[in-house]
């Protein structure tokens, strides 16, 4: 985290209607900080400091709460959010070399967005298709039976068709 | 609320109904280690040090489970232990990971280096305060001789400074003879001793060595004689330490304040002669031989036994103790061979007898050379010739006395064990140099008549036991030049003998407990780190002109002034943890043998911060007990520091970048005073 | 009477494509009788996507792994009424036993019904259990729910098997104003998604189950605390509490009696650890999932420090079944220590993967190999990965052990939430002790000392065996932290965290001994260990293999045998990929 976080200037109207459902009933912290997501993509710094206030906490405590979890992000995610399941299932079935082959193809970390912003990385605990390990989510669809062969081709698609567009 | 009993490692403990274990154990006065509890929060659970083994949950049945003393509630009839190997390993463990990923500086480098292991950085800040008295304090806590040693020790100290990695290390050896000389001027110092005790200790051996071990035993209670074959009490720093560079007074001083505290002397008493070591065996409880290294070692070449070659101790000793005049060497030829501080000592020595020439054989160069810096250049100054990458080959008599000395040209070779290039002779080259006296002055040993009873290593030294200093013979303890390793610096014998001091008094009082070094978290610190720091150049020791000093044997050093030592303490960085005594941590970490360094692994690197108003965060020492959270959130009601993140790299976190929310903490230090560890610190 | 076919559209079934297949099925019934629905998971995750084919609410034929492009003539045959055309889409005998083999009553309605549908529901049996209990006349008191549960025998089925009675008995004698009965559905056992498939395929099943345990224990307000990752579950499972209260099973005076409870559901966010109750109440609370400490149990004080109850899925989804049929038709099955049955996530290396649900007491054989069906590819099995990170690795010489929560302690391993990954002998288990303390390691919490370095402290000494870079006594180190971790942690996750390190070293310490000692990884799977050779016999010297290496280790000249320098290769295995002759060779 850096400076430039805070002083970021996300538009914090968005989130009135959340605050006002959520803010005064108790225990609802990780509810809002998974609808600011949704609104914002990620959970921007000026976002988590105003969500303290209207909170009636400490930054310190939804930032506490906040880095705890894995859902949450603190930085903007690609266009496409690629969760690789790293389940037991998935990495006896080989999760490790498709894990290889997206990073090799997108040139891109784990936890990382390549450069042009289109595809986001994250290896991520089990997604529960063990029968179908190894297995990744891009967005909200899910994509069984990997190969890196399989895997070069579902990236190269979304690829062409954003070329497309 | 009603009364119940619980036993807590033998001990019956009265109570109240629904308190904790923990709780309990302190309201009857037993220190059961915790690491995350205090009174002012709530119960955490976290640093798992508090674990205990019920080993009868009040109806004759053991519990399966360790419980954390913090939050199981002391039930009635419970037997409760925390010192059961079960327990041991489970806080051992916990210890070990915690040390594996803390980064304290526990003891600056100065005092980690020091073999008597002197608090440097305490008693400096002493010296820069003003406080002389209370840097003597500190000091004589290890060493009761600081005026002495502070002038003739070669400051191993000073090697590891951090001060370096600016510009130069603190002179930390001339501060402390500064301050020691201020003590001893008025109202010196003097340490308290216990009540008798009605134990007995002999201690053969007057040196530095023996003097410590008595002044620790002394302040133990015991009663202490200390026997000595010379005439006066001071070993080496009397009779191996020129005056010039230790006035005998200043000696005779320090001395004077180890006999005040009931120290019974006796001089000219050599074992074998005036008594044997059997006979103080049966009349002391315990004996402790400190005898030190007094025979030169030979250089095995030809001619030696001519007259004219002496042993450098030999020559020193006959000079210091005036019981020979000291030998006229003018118009005469001098050789000292070695390169070491006897040598140093010797050759500076011969200057000043008069000699016309004063010549010192060393078969490596300047860089290897083992004396110190400052003692190479001095003797130079002093007209010292120095003959590099030469050894004694033959020494060549007329009439049986020494006429020339033949020298075998060297040259270095591939670095040895110890590091240091050999020299290898090359072969065929010779010099010849005409001398009228050679000092033989590359080593000593130990002259061990009337010791014949004791055990010796191959080196022919009392082979002593490194934890116990026990000898083959019960209650016969050694210590010094005397021992195992052989002549070491004098600061490195009073650090065993203050070592050994402890376990002889451990062993009086009925249970012999062996030394143990103390584990000691540590910091590797780069120049980078400190490129901040102003550079300020460090002291030079005022010193007579080379022309007038070599004429006599009056103190080389002038002394700092109260100026220059003041200004010169200032420069010290402070590196040692300013929690280190109050620190639970290390206490803890001390109380049972742990080895962290088998679980090395990744540590959390983090920066020291200030960014929360008055107080200094050092990650690094964080052990994540989380106190500074709660009681900033539960007790001060601010809730202005958090953790962050999970796992291994869980941190905790005062308010990011924020000035408005750092502008939120109030100051109240509650955190501070709850860290159980130096990670947070009240700025002054 | 006409022909309705049923999509399954679990979550791996619309991975597998059920999606699309129900989408091409729609579009080729268009203006037909044909009706199409939507069911859930069967349970034959290999098989999907699976389509049912019902006369009369009469299965007439399975068909299975349907494409898209099949829809045509299954919508043709239907239309038809003549069925054999699609013979050869149709389940075989020996598939079709994965599912007669079973027991199925946590599973009943799993891949039966619509999830999306009340009366489905309702059809199939749904609610009747409440009706009994709520019954104005002859209706079941609280403590006769208790009683019935306790004569039934079931045991917390997330992984600790504590009996269910026992908890609900505490809660409801606890004191306090509000209780709160909580479903833990954050099932984060990696390998194990038997309650993803019940709320996925039969919600109402749970929600009646949640009612039954909220009234026995006197709470008004019940939770679900189900996983992000489990979008789908999550939708289906509001959607069947908006027609639940819609239909007056949830809310105020549920079925006019006195009986009222609301429910909640709340996402977690993505943390393991919030599987214990403890620190998943934390989490309910919008805190950080921290354990706390124990006692207090939830019991006496959990959600705001009241009386609180936290039981999984599927000992939920057992509950309705009980009541239905009485308990001792559920204690009847089973051993004298587990009763009931259980459901297991059957996958790795396994020919057919899935749910199982047996009676206990079958032996892990009968699951694997019975009903399994063995290893796939003709390999051999090695051995079956039980309880997760908390469980442990049971090897071939114990594949008899029954399928009880004492027999399968005594292994080392635990019964846990279920999951059953099967490893064959291309599995290394250093390497598998290495992703179980990746993943606790990750997951640790962070609150106390034991499981917060000590997790990785035996991550790290496990990696560096992995990578060939072991120390003589590190087997011995790891088993002397094991067990301190074992004594010393806070809660489940940490006291557990050492099960997978200690039982692989129990029953595999001379392939921790070949790592260590020899620098070998005997299932040639560690890639650090690997050593690429090219056999001179078989190598042609088209060097291809040279041009694929990313790295020029492989030297040669053309028609020429090859060699690759040990030194420079990065153990990619391109070149052995990339060879035509075999000459490549991995040991």
């Known amino acids: 985290m850096n400076c430039e976080c805070v002083k970021q200037k996300s538009d914090l109207s968005l989130l009135c209607p959340v605050l006002e459902e959520y803010a005064a009933v108790p225990g609802s912290l990780i509810t809002i900080l998974q609808q600011a997501q949704e609104i914002y993509g990620y959970l921007p710094m000026d976002v988590i400091y105003h969500i303290a206030a209207e909170t009636g906490s400490t930054p310190a405590k939804v930032l506490g709460v906040a880095t705890f979890y894995t859902q949450f992000r603190f930085q903007p995610v690609g266009k496409y959010l690629i969760m690789l399941c790293n389940g037991t299932a998935c990495h006896v079935n080989g999760s490790e070399r498709i894990a290889q082959t997206i990073q090799e193809y997108l040139q891109v970390e784990n936890g990382a967005t390549t450069a042009d912003g289109l595809f986001s990385f994250s290896i991520v605990a089990c997604l529960g298709c063990c029968s179908l390990s190894p297995v990744m989510m891009i967005n909200e669809e899910t994509y069984g039976n990997l190969t890196p062969d399989s895997v070069k081709m579902i990236l190269q698609e979304i690829q062409k068709k954003e070329a497309a567009q | 609320m009603s009364q119940i009993q619980i036993t807590i490692n033998g001990k019956l403990c009265h109570c109240e109904e629904g308190i904790s274990i923990l709780q309990a154990a302190m309201q009857n006065g037993i220190e059961i280690p915790n690491l995350c509890n205090d009174e002012s929060v709530k119960v955490y659970g976290a640093c798992g040090l508090c674990a205990v083994e019920v080993l009868d949950d009040g109806s004759g049945r053991p519990m399966p489970k360790l419980l954390r003393a913090c939050s199981a509630k002391a039930m009635n009839g419970y037997v409760v232990r925390y010192d059961t190997e079960r327990v041991n390993q489970s806080r051992k463990i916990a210890l070990e990971l915690l040390m594996s990923d803390h980064t304290g500086d526990c003891m600056a480098p100065c005092r980690l280096n020091c073999p008597a292991g002197t608090d440097c950085q305490g008693y400096v800040k002493k010296i820069a305060e003003g406080d002389y008295h209370g840097a003597v304090r500190l000091m004589k806590e290890k060493l009761p001789l600081p005026a002495s040693i502070g002038r003739v020790c070669p400051h191993p100290c000073e090697q590891n400074c951090r001060r370096a990695l600016v510009e130069q290390p603190l002179s930390i050896a001339f501060l402390k003879a500064f301050a020691a000389d201020r003590d001893l001027e008025s109202e010196t110092y003097r340490a308290e001793c216990l009540p008798d005790t009605g134990k007995r200790v002999a201690i053969i051996g007057g040196g530095p060595a023996g003097l410590t071990a008595a002044y620790f035993l002394r302040q133990k209670g015991h009663a202490v004689t200390i026997f000595d074959a010379s005439a006066k009490m001071g070993g080496m720093l009397r009779y191996g330490i020129p005056a010039y560079r230790l006035p005998k007074t200043v000696l005779d001083r320090e001395i004077e304040e180890i006999e005040a505290m009931g120290v019974s002397m006796q001089n000219r008493v050599r074992i074998g002669e005036q008594i044997t070591l059997e006979q103080l065996r049966a009349d002391y409880d315990a004996v402790i031989v400190a005898v030190g290294a007094w025979q030169s070692m030979a250089m095995r070449c030809e001619g030696e036994s001519l007259s004219g070659v002496v042993g450098g101790i030999q020559f020193l000793h006959d000079i210091s103790s005036g019981e020979k005049a000291a030998p006229d060497l003018q118009g005469k030829v001098v050789a000292v061979c070695g390169g070491g501080n006897t040598a140093m000592d010797a050759c500076r020595t011969a200057v000043r007898c008069g000699a016309d020439k004063v ?92 010791f014949e009873a004791l055990e010796q290593t191959r080196k022919g030294t009392i082979a002593a036991d490194e934890a116990t200093f026990l000898t083959n013979l019960p209650d016969v303890y050694a210590i010094g030049d005397a021992t195992n390793r052989g002549a070491d610096i004098a600061i490195a014998a009073i650090g065993e003998a203050n070592r050994c001091a402890a376990v002889v008094d451990s062993a009086l009082c009925g249970a012999l407990k062996p030394y143990r070094a103390p584990f000691l978290s540590k910091r590797e610190v780069t120049a980078e780190m400190l490129a901040d720091r102003e550079k300020i150049a460090r002291c030079t020791m005022p010193t007579r002109p080379a022309e007038v000093r070599r004429r006599d044997f009056d103190e080389v050093n002038l002394g700092l002034t109260e100026a220059m030592a003041q200004a010169e303490a200032k420069r010290c960085l402070e590196c040692g943890c300013h929690d280190y005594n109050e620190c639970k941590l290390i206490r803890y970490a001390n109380m049972q043998p742990i080895d962290p360094y088998r679980l090395a692994g990744q540590k959390n690197i983090h920066e020291k911060e200030r960014k929360l108003g008055s107080i200094e965060r050092d990650p690094g020492k964080c052990i994540l007990c989380g106190l500074c959270v709660r009681v900033c959130e539960e007790d001060a009601k601010q809730g202005i520091l958090g953790l962050v993140g999970r796992g291994f790299t869980t941190a905790i976190k005062p308010e990011f970048q924020d000035d408005a929310v750092i502008a939120g903490c109030k100051d109240c230090a509650k955190c501070v005073k709850v860290c159980p560890t130096g990670a947070l610190k009240l700025l002054g | 009477m006409s022909i309705r076919i049923a999509v399954g559209q679990g979550s791996c079934g619309i991975a597998a494509g059920a999606g699309k297949v129900y989408d091409a099925l729609f579009a080729a019934l268009q203006g037909s009788e044909v009706s199409l629905g939507v069911v859930g998971c069967i349970g034959m995750c290999w098989l999907e996507p699976i389509v049912d084919l019902y006369r009369d609410h009469t299965l007439q034929m399975r068909l299975v792994q349907v494409k898209p492009e099949d829809a045509e003539r299954i919508a043709k045959a239907c239309c038809h009424g003549d069925l054999s055309a699609l013979n050869d889409l149709a389940i075989s005998e020996e598939d079709a036993a994965f599912l007669t083999k079973q027991t199925r009553i946590a599973l009943r309605n799993c891949g039966l019904i619509d999830p999306n549908s009340l009366e489905s529901a309702v059809e199939a049996g749904g609610y009747s259990a409440l009706r009994k209990v709520l019954a104005k006349q002859d209706g079941m008191t609280p403590e006769e729910v208790i009683a019935c549960i306790k004569e039934s025998g079931l045991a917390g089925r997330g992984g600790a098997g504590f009996p269910t009675w026992f908890k609900w008995n505490a809660a409801r004698q606890s004191a306090g104003e509000e209780k709160y009965l909580i479903c833990n559905a954050d099932e984060g056992d990696p390998g194990a998604f038997m309650d993803r498939a019940v709320i996925e395929s039969d919600p109402h099943t749970l929600i009646e189950g949640m009612l039954i345990a909220a009234y026995a224990i006197g709470a008004k307000e019940a939770l679900v605390y189900v996983r992000a990752e489990y979008p789908l579950a999550i939708k289906r499972l509001h959607a069947a509490l908006a027609q639940a209260k819609e239909a007056g099973y949830v809310g105020r005076h549920i079925l006019g009696s006195d009986f009222s409870c609301e429910f909640r559901v709340k ?243 001379d392939e921790f001994t070949a790592h260590i000692e020899e620098q070998r990884c005997p299932a040639g799977s560690c890639t650090a260990l690997r050593r690429y050779t090219i056999d001179p016999a078989n190598c042609k010297g088209c060097t291809l293999c040279a041009k694929k290496c990313p790295v020029n280790a492989i030297s040669g000249s053309v028609k020429a045998p090859h060699r690759i320098d040990l030194d420079v290769c990065i153990r990619c295995g391109q070149c052995m990929a990339a060879c035509k002759f075999h000459a490549i060779q991995v040991g």
């Open chain 2, 359 to 450: 010549y010192v054989i060393y078969r490596r160069t300047r860089e290897e050379m083992p004396a110190d810096a400052v003692e190479i250049e001095e003797a130079a100054e002093e007209g010292v010739i120095y003959r590099y990458l030469t050894n004694p080959a033959e020494i060549i008599g007329e009439n049986g006395a020494v006429r020339r000395i033949k020298l075998q040209v060297m040259e270095l070779g591939e670095p040895d064990a110890s590091g240091r290039r050999s020299p290898v002779p090359v072969e065929g080259k010779f010099e010849l140099l005409d001398v009228d006296l050679v000092i033989m002055a590359i080593g000593q040993k130990p002259a061990l008549a009337g």
């Open chain 3, 267 to 509: 996402a977690g966010a993505g943390a393991f650890v919030c599987g214990e109750e403890t620190a998943l109440i934390e989490s309910l609370e919008g805190n950080r999932g921290m354990p706390r400490l124990k006692p207090p149990f939830p019991a006496a004080a959990g959600y705001w420090h009241q009386p609180s109850n936290i039981n999984n899925v599927e000992t939920f989804a057992n509950v309705s079944w009980i009541i239905d049929h009485g308990g001792a038709a559920f204690a009847a099955m089973g051993t004298p220590d587990s009763k009931g049955t259980k459901v297991f996530a059957l996958t790795g290396k396994i020919r057919r993967g899935g749910l199982v649900e047996i009676p206990m007491g079958k032996t892990l054989r009968d699951v694997i190999f019975d009903i399994g069906g063995g290893i796939r590819d003709g390999k051999d099995f090695k051995a079956v990965q039980m309880g997760g990170p908390s469980g442990g690795c049971i090897p071939a010489s114990l594949l008899d052990t029954i399928i009880d929560y004492k027999a399968l302690g005594a292994t080392g391993a635990i019964m846990g939430s279920g999951g059953m990954v099967v490893m064959d002998e291309t599995t290394c288990m250093v390497s598998m002790a290495k992703f179980f303390l990746d993943f606790t390691a990750e997951e640790s919490c962070g609150k106390c000392v034991h499981c917060r370095i000590g997790t990785k402290r035996m991550q790290e000494i496990l990696t560096r065996i992995t990578e060939g870079k072991g120390r003589k006594g590190d087997v011995e180190l790891l088993e002397e932290l094991c067990n301190a971790i074992k004594d010393g942690a806070l809660c489940g996750l940490g006291q557990t965290a050492p099960n997978p390190v200690l039982t692989t070293i129990r029953y595999f310490r």
